[in-house]
């Protein structure tokens, strides 16, 4: 086999090997983008689950203060509020109020519900989007950061991040039947190509 045999054999193994390589670099794209939006969704199930179990937690009233009338010095709109376009990207806020039960309950970043922490007898649970605070100005982010507000045992209100990623959240308060109806929007992004909308309603137990 001579040198120019050895060329023409390199050319047309590589025409033939060339288009299967290009279809493997595509495939591998597509699974990240896929596993990408995945992880997008997972993130984003978890923050309207806890989004959603502060609402229904809203106004929340022991029985301890009922058998001992304490007197109900807030109106239901202190319970829930809802501030629009104060974020990120003209994200809304949300705040939620309620008392705390005999049994164990969890804020949304973990911590067990305690008297400590809590301010006139309430506990706290603010969400808010900011932009990513380990960032560097200049430099293009994956949206902003899905913020926690608690209180600490000195109750004292703490900023959490849940996770990074959120391009837009905001809040619709809507008619319901029984309860106070919320509809939750929340836009997510990789900071690329991928760009993902997710919307969950959740309805108040203790308000009307």
Do not use: W
Not at 130 to 149: D, F, H, M, W, Y
Request: proline share 1%.
């Amino acid at each position: 086999m001579n040198l120019l045999e050895c060329l023409v054999g390199l050319a047309l193994s590589l025409v033939l090997v060339a288009p299967l390589i290009k279809n493997s670099g595509e495939f591998i794209s597509k699974q990240i983008q896929y596993e990408k939006s995945q992880s997008l969704a997972l993130e984003a199930d978890r923050a309207l689950e806890l989004m959603g179990r502060a609402i229904r937690m809203a106004g929340y009233r022991n029985a301890q203060s009922f058998n001992k009338s304490v007197k109900k010095d807030n109106s239901e709109n202190e319970y829930i509020q809802i501030e629009k376009n104060r974020g990120y990207q003209g994200s809304d806020s949300l705040l939620v109020k309620h008392e705390i039960s005999q049994g164990v309950d969890f804020d949304c970043i973990g911590n067990t519900f305690s008297k400590e922490r809590t301010k006139n007898h309430l506990a706290h649970q603010g969400f808010l989007v900011e932009r990513q605070a380990s960032a560097p100005k200049g430099t293009k982010v994956n949206g902003g950061s899905l913020i926690c507000q608690s209180l600490d045992r000195q109750g004292r209100i703490q900023n959490t991040t849940l996770m990074n990623g959120v391009n837009h959240l905001s809040f619709e308060a809507l008619p319901a039947s029984a309860g106070k109806a919320f509809r939750i929007k929340l836009k997510m992004t990789d900071g690329g190509f991928i760009h993902r909308e997710f919307e969950r309603t959740f309805v108040t137990r203790n308000l009307l």
